[in-house]
């Protein structure tokens, strides 16, 4: 066992930097000559007294400082992989304009703020609504909220999904797998909105499928509502959606069309810079 101590003293010993202007205190262990704290300790064990190095105020303050950026630099990294627009890593729920579904936002909210909890439950959310209510801005803002607290996150599009033809190769079907199946949270945007194709509707299948078998939760947005998708009329939908059921809690956004409302005021914008 002092061996094994030993062998960890030396190592540290060697992480250490010693300065011209460090110095010896009174008690013999060696301080610091910036921050004025030890480099050295003084322990007991096993009846022997051991003086190993260890890490001042001001390498630890350095030490910390390098970790915060290589988190930093690693959200950011998970950031940029996670959506498909730049622009999405900027939406926040602090940046909400307070003109849509707030008993909506603040449940998912709520659902980011908790994620831990929502991960042992092995739950998602299902958000319906109607069109441009704002269910994919409050998406994102659960993606960075919980890329900011070290969580991966990754967004696909139902569209893409569906328009996407059969895998080049091995690697990129790996790759694809990996997408779904690493991330602590998938997001699933704009379901129903695909093609309806019997091809798209096994894609689709397939990724709930394979996300389900990895017992990590998923966040679905979509046009349509709980009855929509449990009616089908179609028994490979069906199968689809009463899975997806099981491990997500519907939250219904509604609203007006916001899209509309950005597009009727930057009409207006450029009526006034024109002089119209």
Same mark, same amino acid.
């Given at each position: 066992m002092l061996a094994g101590i030993d062998y960890i003293a030396e190592k540290t010993r060697q992480a250490i930097e010693v300065?011209?202007?460090?110095?010896?205190?009174?008690?013999? %262990?060696?301080?610091?000559?910036?921050?004025?704290?030890?480099?050295?300790?003084? *322990?007991?064990?096993?009846?022997? *007294?051991? *003086?190993?190095?260890?890490? &001042?105020?001001?390498?630890?303050?350095?030490?910390?400082?390098?970790?915060?950026?290589? !988190?930093?630099?690693?959200?950011?990294?998970?950031?940029?992989? &996670?959506?498909?627009?730049?622009?999405? &890593?900027?939406?926040?729920?602090?940046?909400?304009?307070?003109?849509?579904?707030?008993?909506? %936002?603040?449940?998912?909210? !709520?659902?980011?703020?908790?994620?831990? *909890?929502?991960?042992?439950?092995?739950?998602?959310?299902?958000?319906?609504?109607?069109?441009?209510?704002g269910k994919s801005f409050a998406a994102a803002c659960v993606a960075n909220t919980l890329l900011t607290d070290g969580y991966s996150v990754k967004w696909l599009s139902a569209i893409q999904i569906g328009e996407r033809g059969f895998f080049r190769n091995e690697q990129e079907q790996e790759e694809y797998t990996r997408c779904v199946t690493s991330p602590d949270l998938l997001i699933l945007d704009d379901l129903g909105a695909e093609r309806q194709t019997d091809f798209t509707a096994e894609r689709i299948h397939s990724l709930i499928n394979t996300r389900i078998l990895t017992n990590k939760p998923m966040l679905v947005t979509t046009n349509l509502t709980p009855d929509q998708l449990t009616n089908t009329g179609n028994v490979q939908k069906n199968r689809i959606f009463s899975r997806l059921f099981k491990m997500t809690v519907p939250v219904q956004y509604t609203g007006s069309d916001r899209r509309k409302k950005i597009m009727k005021q930057n009409f207006h914008d450029v009526k006034d810079l024109l002089g119209l």
């Open positions: 300065h011209e202007e460090d110095y010896t205190g009174t008690d013999g %262990l060696l301080y610091c000559g910036k921050c004025r704290t030890p480099k050295q300790c003084r *322990i007991e064990i096993l009846g022997q *007294i051991r *003086i190993p190095y260890c890490l &001042c105020k001001c390498e630890e303050e350095h030490d910390r400082r390098i970790q915060e950026e290589m !988190n930093q630099e690693r959200t950011e990294r998970l950031r940029r992989d &996670c959506f498909p627009d730049a622009d999405m &890593c900027q939406w926040q729920f602090a940046s909400d304009d307070g003109t849509g579904d707030q008993k909506a %936002l603040s449940a998912m909210k !709520n659902y980011a703020e908790k994620f831990k *909890i929502m991960q042992e439950k092995q739950l998602g959310l299902l958000v319906y609504g109607d069109v441009g209510v």
